[in-house]
Structures are given as C-alpha cells and as structure tokens.
C-alpha cells in the first residue's frame, strides 16, 4: 500500500506518479507528482504531501496544499480475525477540487454530477483494494494471514 508507483498500475484515471524531492520512498512531508487523466474532467497534475506515514499500518496524503487540501486519501492497515483488514478513505476538499469546478460549470446538474464521481471513487478504490490482495497474497509466505 505504500508503493505509490505501483497506482497507476491500478487505476483508470491515475496516469503516473513520481517522487520529488529525490525521495524514492514514503516519509512524513515527501512530495509526489501525479498525472491523471479522465474522460470528463480532462488531464491534470497535482502535488501531494505525505501528511501521515506509520509503517506498516498507515498511509495518508494530501493534494495541493496539506494545510487546505483538495483532498486527502488514507490507505489503513488493521489486525483482523487473524488476518490483515485493508482499507482506503478519501476525503474531497476543503480546497475546490475538480468537482468543485465541474459543478461551477453546470450547476444545475450538481447532484447528478456528485452522484457519478463517487460511484467512480468507489469502483476504483474496490479495484485498488483488490489488486493491493492480490499483491500481498502472492508476497506472503505459505501459512501466513491472509489480507
């Protein structure tokens, strides 16, 4: 879960991502570039600050400005029932993000287009969660927990 070059591989919209700083791993204050792109909304670039690192167990990180993000996104990981409960949040704003400009473009159809982004995050985020299971299941040894 902390292995951001390994997004893009998961995602449709996620393109590329890349550390700045000459970092090449997570550490509490690295940037990262990403590049996205979809259908709707475009291509963009943005900047995200790792706003939280607790390894093994925890990974935040917010985009644009940590102080006033346009988002944040949070991977967790938990003991459970002898196995490992993953889990992905993500939170919009409070900054105006792509949906923020998506809705100024049309107004009148701000439910509608609220309604589309988030089936989409939840999609993503469930094929993210289950590429990340298949991952850690191939890398653990025989007999251990399963995610």
């Excluded at 919209?13 to 792109?37: M, N, Y």
């Excluded at 706003?51 to 925890?58: D, T």
């Excluded at 992905?88 to 473009?105: K, T, V, Y």
């Amino acid at each position: 879960m902390s292995d951001i070059e390994l997004m893009p591989r998961m995602s449709s919209e996620l393109q590329h991502v890349e550390w700045l700083d000459g970092r090449t791993a997570p550490a509490l204050g690295a940037r990262f570039i990403g590049r996205s792109k979809h259908e709707a909304l475009g291509e963009w670039t943005t900047t995200s600050h790792i706003v939280e690192y607790e390894p093994p167990r925890l990974l935040a990180w917010s985009v644009e400005n940590p102080q006033d993000p346009t988002a944040i996104w949070r991977f967790t990981l938990e003991p459970q029932g002898g196995g490992t409960l993953l889990s992905e949040w993500m939170q919009m704003g409070p900054a105006p993000s792509g949906l923020s400009f998506a809705i100024d473009r049309m107004p009148e159809k701000e439910q509608k287009i609220v309604f589309v982004r988030m089936r989409e995050f939840e999609a993503n985020m469930t094929i993210t969660l289950e590429e990340i299971k298949k991952l850690a299941e191939r890398a653990r040894p025989a007999g251990e927990a399963r995610l």
